[in-house]
């Protein structure tokens, strides 16, 4: 996988990079010196900081862009209220406005100097007075570099902390000691395993010895802003790099224990260390198959949860084999729990769950013994998320048995044939009863209720079997079923 940083960027000198962070920024000029003109005429100092001057530096700068200044939130209101094209305050308990500015997104919050009470780790908000506090308690030593804007446009280059000597290495090292840093706030643990897989970084030996012992804090942390941190890592360029990092300082045990926990189920093909490299690997597999419209958030999250269910499922056999019978259901039932317990929306539950309980539906049907049935329920079970299975099936081979891959892969390409064949005669995407509950209750003579449903069940389910059947041949299977029911559907 190619280094998420400027292909160049780990052999530049200072200068080289301090010129592509010019580049990045000339793209931003018109903004920069108008926003460094409004500061200044209101007396008040402005600074590009955090992840925009590393972002440029890298030469990946995008339209967000995050300042810092002394202007206090109010004072900030009053100026920027008729300069941005839109402005919103929702973060301004914390000293951030926001600013939309043509294409681009401005973040801009007072100078910080916060302290944390050590018991939910939230920061008691206090506001400083200067850069270099400001800049010492931000997470890591590259997100603490500043460049001054005034009505030029962008200025001085500000690095008290050393920041561009370690970007250059490609190091995560933080400010102060990482004890402090971590123990202020310990969600920066997991920031560091988000941005080894956003920015291809390697930690610093403090800061890996730090992770590890203070693993057990970041169950301080809540749900919400643990699933943030752990999304941010899996859309990374490199999120198998963060999900190893996590795993091995033990911040996956408080997070994601399920994941190390694969460790200990050795794969039934014997073709890999274990179930965890397996997971990785079909990870790194389905990214390879995105396509143009990735990164998929979904897509690998079902990718890196759909074997989780192994280790609960591990059976040692007779012959000497390690089977994992129906490691797909629980492996649904667990990925549903964990999701719920980081607080995901509902629907993402529904659909990681899904395609984990769908993974190995494929590899039920053997070689070429697809019935049209088979076809439409594997096609109506997956629903909206069939693209996505079709994927993660695929990314699932791992074998280093080349005829056995092709195979597989063989097999896969001739059901999709199968399911655009079928498609082209029946509409699959809608698979539903020839009749609706109107035309059953008035065949039937019932109102609306239980019997209804069970009807419309068995046309659901006479439609999947047989295809779609004519209004004469559907009526008389409905009464059929209902004669065979008593007359009353029970």
Known sequence: MPDPRRESAPGETDVELLAAAQVSLNRHAEVLRGLGQLFAEHGHELYLVGGSVRDALLGRLGADLDFTTDARPEQMQRFLRGWGDALWDTGIEFGTLGVGKGADRLELTTFRADTYDQVSRNPEVRFGDNLADDLVRRDFTVNAMAVRITAEGPGEFLDPLGGLTTLRAGVLDTPSAPEVSFDDDPLRMLRAARFVSQLGFTVAPRVRTALEQMAPQLGRIT???????????????????????????????????????MRMAIDEHHQHKDVYQHSLTV???????????????????????????KPDTRRHEPDGGVSFHHHEVVGAKMTRKRMRALKYSKQMVDDVSQLVYLHLRFHGYGDGRWTDSAVRRYVTDA??????????????????????????????DDLERRIEELAAKEDL??????????????????PAGPQVGKAWTYLKELRLDRGPLERDEAIAELLTWWNQQGGSGV
């Open 223 to 261: 749900a919400e802003r643990v699933a943030a941190e752990l999304d941010k890592m899996l859309l990374g360029a490199d999120p198998i790099a963060g999900i190893d990092l996590m795993v091995e300082t033990g911040l996956g045990e408080v997070v994601l224990p399920e994941i190390g926990a």
């Open 283 to 309: 990870l790194r597999q389905a990214i390879d198959l995105e396509g143009p419209d990735g990164p998929d958030l979904v897509l690998r999250w079902a990718a890196l949860l759909h074997d989780i269910g």
């Open 383 to 412: 629903g909206p998320l069939l693209g996505r299975l079709h994927k993660l099936v695929r990314a699932d081979c791992t074998t280093r048995n080349k005829r056995r891959a092709a195979r597989l892969q063989a097999n896969y």
């Open 429 to 446: 995407a809608r698979v539903r009863p020839d009749l609706d509950g109107n035309e059953i209750m008035a065949i039937l003579g019932i």
